[in-house]
């Protein structure tokens, strides 16, 4: 069932306008997983930056209910008269598996460990280290997540020594990649191309890309699929089930750091965190601890 901690009455709007409305024909899940980027190992990255290990995971994340095209169509409608669900100013959207948040639990939410292979990245090192230290940091000075980088011997993702781990990857065909809490060691990789350090488009910046990675690493799906932007788009049925996965912690945000610029009307504003973005993640883990202190 979808959970929602701010939305209930709008999913119910959802749904009534899902069983009442004519359908349109969702796209063909194969059409879509035919854009998929395969990797070597034969995993698949799919919606530009989402690593999974095959296509059964691939339909898992993707809709399989032809109610939500009807969805997206009532959203379109409340923004076109001005009554747009949610604002501007409030959003984020966690990833669910098997009906269950994915999300790190106490203690492992402020422990994350992750180690990077560096060989891969010759005179970019030093560039993607200070980017990851601030991505990382942009979540935790927040939010109660702390993201530890460590040392490892031979760092990859067969290394049960740390949750993540970070690499190259030699593909073009995006900028990164990554994994929500729930997936199994072997599949928790962050990969890094050559694109991520000169990717422009929209604002990004290479800190930017990796803010949105890491936001996924901590469960959050992209804020544009309650948008028509792409395939991915929310699936509700007339008793609110939802088969796509996901819990909606706020009310839908363009501007959020989930959300694709290209996705947005204005096609830029690259990857930060607003306000709401740090609502939703401190209403999964919490308050970091020095803003604790600070309020007390």
């Known amino acids: 069932m979808i959970q929602s901690r701010t939305t209930s009455s709008i999913l119910g709007a959802l749904s009534l306008v899902a069983a009442c409305a004519n359908p349109e024909s969702p796209p063909d899940i194969e059409d879509v997983l035919g854009a998929a980027i395969v990797l070597e190992d034969g995993r698949l990255v799919i919606d530009e930056d989402v690593l999974v290990p095959d296509r059964e995971a691939a339909y898992d994340y993707y809709a399989r209910a ?11 409608e409340q923004a076109s008269t001005g009554d747009a669900v949610g604002s501007q100013s409030e959003a984020l959207t966690q990833a669910t598996f098997n009906d269950v948040d994915s999300e790190w639990a106490f203690p492992t939410q402020t422990n994350l460990t992750y180690c990077v292979r560096t060989d891969g990245f010759g ?8 980017a990851l230290d601030s991505a990382a940091e942009s979540w935790s000075r927040v939010v109660n997540v702390r993201f530890v980088r460590v040392a490892v011997g031979t760092c990859n993702r067969d290394n049960d020594d740390v949750i993540f781990n970070v690499r190259r990857d030699g593909s073009s065909a995006f900028n990164a990649a990554a994994f929500f ?28 890309i990796l803010r949105h990675e890491l936001g996924h690493v901590l469960g959050f799906r992209h804020e544009h699929i309650w948008t028509s932007c792409t395939p991915e788009s929310p ?30 009307p204005s096609g830029t504003g690259g990857y930060v965190q607003t306000a709401a973005d740090y609502r939703g993640a401190v209403a999964v883990y919490g308050l970091a601890p020095a803003l604790v202190v600070t309020v007390i």
């Open 66 to 76: 032809t109610a939500w095209a009807n969805a997206r169509a009532y959203l379109e």
């Open 123 to 130: 005179d970019r090192t030093e560039e993607l280290l200070a």
């Open 181 to 208: 809490p729930h997936e199994a060691r072997s599949d928790r990789e962050l990969l890094v191309t050559d694109a991520a350090f000169t990717n422009t488009d929209g604002g990004r910046t290479l800190e930017g």
């Open 235 to 264: 699936s509700f049925t007339d008793d609110d089930d939802n088969e796509w996965g996901a819990t909606q912690l706020t009310p839908y945000d363009v501007s959020s750091v989930m959300h694709y610029p290209s996705c947005r």
